[in-house]
């Protein structure tokens, strides 16, 4: 299992970014994908879930209305569309999904939200 996260990087506050995950080793369309995050001197925390079949999405209250979840099946991948950035949304995004029992994590990409 390889996940590969792109996209970040430095934005103003109220910016925009999209992030988006390469995934590949496994049965992607098989699988619910996630997206944490870890702020500097924080605890790793769920941002998003997008389930397998049917694409339901599920989201951590502090991202609910900005953040939206999506997944390309064909491609492999799965995007984090993020708006109105704050600056508390500054971290190291991870892509995870759990196969077989065990948890994967990509190395991460850094959003900085700051003026």
């Known amino acids: 299992v390889q996940l590969v996260e792109s996209g970040g990087g430095l934005v103003q506050p109220g910016g925009s970014l999209r992030l988006s995950c390469a995934a590949s080793?496994?049965?992607?369309?098989?699988?619910?994908m996630n997206w944490y995050r870890q702020a500097p001197g924080k605890e790793r925390e769920f941002v998003a879930v997008?389930?397998?079949?049917?694409?339901?999405?599920y989201y951590a209250d502090s991202v609910k209305g900005r953040f939206t979840i999506s997944r390309d099946d064909a491609k492999n991948t799965v995007s984090l569309q993020m708006n109105s950035l704050k600056p508390e949304d500054t971290a190291v995004y991870y892509c995870?999904?759990?196969?077989?029992?065990?948890?994967?994590w990509g190395k991460g990409t850094l959003v900085t939200v700051s003026s």
């Open positions: 997008i389930s397998s079949v049917g694409g339901s999405t």
């Open positions: 995870n999904v759990q196969y077989r029992g065990m948890d994967y």
């Open positions: 080793g496994f049965a992607f369309s098989r699988y619910a």
